[in-house]
């Protein structure tokens, strides 16, 4: 069953390397950290990375690796391995890396069109594949809360993403479950079935939340929050 | 063609073999584009005459050429092209003293003498100077004895067969890259026999000096197989005659043509730039360095967030 999560956001730029000079959100990559540590002392049999990808499938975390040069051509050459994993899942397996984790590790894509059921499904199953399970859930909010944001201003992103914020806050699962697929591809909410399946591997416990950042600085949503779940 | 002996990267007596130039106290290493400010001490010279013949004025271009990103100072007593003596006293007059009040006020800057004479040489030396830029390929030998006494660097340049203070008269050369090779890299020779270090000896292939236009251009075209030695490189480009003819534009009126050449010269590896406009070529070289990968961008969000 799921005993802790942490969610964190996946931009490239959480990668310090890519983002030149300037650490430039020095306070979200902390928060991410300590969400991280938090979640590997949480003494889970299994951690299991979950992030948005083309396809809902699993990676072996041994062989894929993450690879940031389709980013940043000029970071050199490609890691070596058979396989690149989609980005939230390879900056996921970065915090873990970080945090000296070096127990038991799965990466789970959930597609990007992944409708709420199954998703909920797939939380379901992952949190039944061991006594103990921790969720590292990487997600983003919105890209359209600003005239300067990637998507540029949609008005509705604002209510979305409070939605989203109160429901991690308040450990609200079924109002997770209930965000509409549609309105979160119009407002470029590419977290939204990794919530889902967040939502899913709760399934009926008690979560409660601690919030690391919740902010906008380019126009996207970056949510940091560490769950125990009870 | 380069000398037979001449020395290549790798070998004991050639550069570093990681590629650091030590200037003075500094090192630094390959990809970090310098930019060298000229601060004439002359009522003379080309561009902007006598505009810091006055020492306050001279200190002011100093100040400013400093906040505005300049690593090294290099002070001049003499010009470049015919006119009125300036003895060796008179050149020591005008740039020992006004050395030595930089070396006080700013202890870490690099300092540079544009002599080509060794007493005027070793005046700048005991005033603090760290580097000895002779644009005249070695005319007066005792320079680099100079140089290796006191530890300095020594620019080596190529000026084919010209004397100091004298304007290119139909030189012609079978092949001016090959010249350039030849006589820089038998200067760095000739420097490391003298003692030298080999770690602050530099490369100029002379822009306009016992050249005409169309061998500047080749020289800036080619500037990639000087690079190639290993040695590091400095180029002067600054408002010079070769982009005036290019573009048929007065001293002035020349600083866009400049950095055009000093986008090329820094993108065929060039690493140290004499400028009279510190914060164009600062960020032309920033830019360039940038683009090759030598230096990161400052900051990057765009499409990352």
Known sequence: MLTAAALCPAPPLLARELTGADPVVPELRQACREAADVLVQADSDVVVVVGAGERTRAFDAAAAHLDLTPYAPALGARPAGPETLPLPLGLGGRLLDEAGYHGRRELQAVGADEPAPACAALGASLARTAPRVALLVMADGSARRSRRAPGHLDERSAAFDAAVGRAIRDGDMPALLALDAGLAGDLMATGRPAWQVLAGAVNGGRATSVIRYDDDPFGVAYLVASLTVG | ?305
Not at chain 2, 178 to 190: C, S
């Open chain 2, 1 to 305: 063609m380069s000398d037979a002996g001449a020395p290549q990267p790798g070998h004991p007596d050639g550069p570093d073999s990681a590629g650091m130039l030590r200037l003075g106290k500094r090192a630094f290493p390959p990809g970090q584009p310098l930019i060298m400010a000229i601060v004439n001490r002359t009522p003379d010279s080309f561009f902007q005459p006598g505009v810091t013949w006055s020492e306050s004025a001279a200190f002011h271009r100093v100040d400013q050429a400093i906040a505005e990103g300049a690593d090294i100072i290099d002070v001049g007593g003499i010009p470049a092209a015919p006119g009125s003596e300036v003895d060796v006293a008179e050149e020591i007059r005008r740039i020992a003293g006004f050395i030595a009040a930089i070396r006080s006020r700013y202890p870490d800057i690099v300092i540079s003498a544009d002599t080509w004479r060794h007493q005027a040489g070793r005046a700048a030396c005991e005033a603090g100077a760290d580097l000895l830029n002779d644009s005249w390929g070695g005319f007066d030998e005792r320079l680099a004895d100079v140089a290796a006494e006191f530890g300095a660097g020594l620019v080596c340049a190529h000026v084919g067969s010209q004397r100091p203070r004298t304007r290119p008269f139909r030189v012609a050369y079978p092949d001016v890259m090959a010249d350039v090779l030849a006589q820089t890299l038998r200067e760095a020779n000739r420097a490391l026999a003298a003692g030298v270090q080999p770690d602050r000896i530099v490369l100029d292939p002379a822009h306009d000096f016992g050249k005409n236009t169309w061998h500047s251009l080749e020289v800036t075209r080619r500037l990639d197989e000087l690079t190639a030695t290993g040695w590091p490189v400095l180029v002067s480009l600054s408002n010079k005659d070769f982009v005036g003819e290019s573009l048929d534009l007065p001293p002035e009126h020349r600083l866009v043509g400049t950095l055009a050449a000093t986008a090329v010269s820094a993108w065929h590896g060039a690493r140290i730039f004499r400028v009279h406009q510190v914060r164009e070529s600062r960020q032309v070289v920033d830019m360039v360095a940038t683009i090759r990968g030598d230096r990161p961008p400052a900051r990057t969000v765009r499409g990352l967030a």
